[in-house]
Nanobody, 125 residues
Framework: VQLQASGGGLVQAGGSLRLSCAAT????????MSWFRQAPGKDREFVAA????????YYGDAVKGRFTISSDSAKDTVYLQMNNLKPEDTAVYYC???????????????????WGQGTQVTVSS
């Protein structure tokens, strides 16, 4: 599967952005689809996921209540709606996919087989 992330940009604190991740090659419904982010000098951090074949969603503690992950199966696209953005949300955001994850592996970037190219999100204070 190939992943193409888009939608990043520069926004003021308190603003919103929506990221998109378009999947091609295989249906995204067979894959757990996730978003990670990586700020300069930091490890890649889990943001949100939709479990494969279901509507079950998971969120990292730092984004709960502010970010929402959703999917459009007809378009094989996953979205990340980001509201009330903070300067600490500044990072490169990556979408990732994997078809064989177990739940305990969801939060580890090394457990994903497929990655998009990343999109920069910058939040100014």
């Amino acid at each position: 599967v190939q992943l193409q992330a888009s939608g990043g940009g520069l926004v003021q604190a308190g603003g919103s952005l929506r990221l998109s991740c378009a999947a091609t090659g295989r249906t995204s419904r067979s894959y757990t689809m996730s978003w990670f982010r990586q700020a300069p000098g930091k490890d890649r951090e889990f943001v949100a996921a939709i479990w494969r074949g279901s509507s079950t969603k998971y969120y990292g503690d730092a984004v709960k209540g502010r970010f929402t992950i959703s999917s459009d199966s007809a378009k094989d696209t996953v979205y990340l709606q980001m509201n009330n953005l903070k300067p600490e949300d500044t990072a490169v955001y990556y979408c990732a996919a994997d078809s064989t994850l177990i739940l305990s592996s969801l939060w580890g970037a090394a457990n994903y087989d497929y990655w998009g190219q990343g999109t920069q999100v910058t939040v100014s204070s």
